[in-house]
């Protein structure tokens, strides 16, 4: 895994590289860093290879089908990506979105769970979620109609307001 350091050296030559300004810090978790540019764009740079390539496939994909909303949600534009940085340049979205595909498996979900886990989940993004846990669970049918598992749904990943 890379440093915080390491990771905001990538973001900022990538935005050299891409004659980009960094506006302001959006935020990170568990893949990586966001920060928003002046364009207005975000740029993601991650803390490992594997998060990043399945970022990456699962824009190309959202690219390949023309998908920009899910259920009245907005999904970021990909605009490009550089594979020696791990940094994910896209279009910055405004509420409601959909977003951070870092842990989606494309064609099937990446983890096999039991069916005690797969019921415990439900039952956590249920509560997580309340009465939009309707709209939720068509925002993952949308996506798996076009070969897209999430798995890191929650608020934050997805909001409505």
């Given at each position: 895994?890379?440093?915080?350091?390491?990771?905001?050296r990538?973001?900022r030559e990538?935005?050299?590289?891409?004659k980009?300004?960094?506006?302001?810090y959006?935020?990170?978790g568990?893949?990586g860093i966001?920060?928003?540019?002046?364009?207005?764009?975000a740029?993601?740079a991650?803390?490992d290879?594997?998060?990043?390539?399945r970022?990456?496939?699962?824009?190309?994909?959202?690219k390949?089908?023309g998908i920009?909303?899910?259920c009245?949600c907005?999904?970021?534009?990909?605009?490009?990506?550089?594979?020696?940085?791990?940094?994910?340049h896209?279009g910055?979205?405004?509420?409601?979105?959909?977003l951070?595909?870092?842990?989606?498996?494309?064609?099937?979900p990446l983890?096999?769970?039991s069916?005690e886990?797969?019921s415990d989940w439900?039952?956590?993004?249920?509560?997580?979620?309340g009465?939009?846990?309707?709209?939720v669970?068509?925002?993952?049918?949308?996506?798996?109609s076009?070969g897209i598992y999430?798995?890191?749904?929650?608020?934050?990943?997805?909001?409505?307001?």
């Open positions: 895994m890379a440093s915080d350091s390491d990771i905001l990538r973001l990538y935005a050299k590289r891409r980009l300004d960094i506006h302001e959006l935020g990170e568990i893949q966001v920060c928003s540019t002046t364009l207005p764009s740029i993601k991650f803390k290879r594997d998060a990043y390539e970022e990456v496939a699962v824009y190309q994909r959202i390949e089908r920009s909303s899910v009245g907005s999904v970021p534009t990909p605009f490009s990506h550089h594979d020696g940085l791990l940094v994910i896209m910055i979205v405004r509420p409601p979105f959909v951070d595909f870092a842990s989606a498996g494309l064609d099937g983890f096999e769970h069916p886990a797969i439900i039952e956590s993004r249920m509560d997580l979620f009465d939009r846990w309707t709209t669970l068509k925002i993952i049918s949308v996506f798996r076009h999430l798995s890191d749904v929650k608020p934050g990943n997805i909001t409505f307001e």
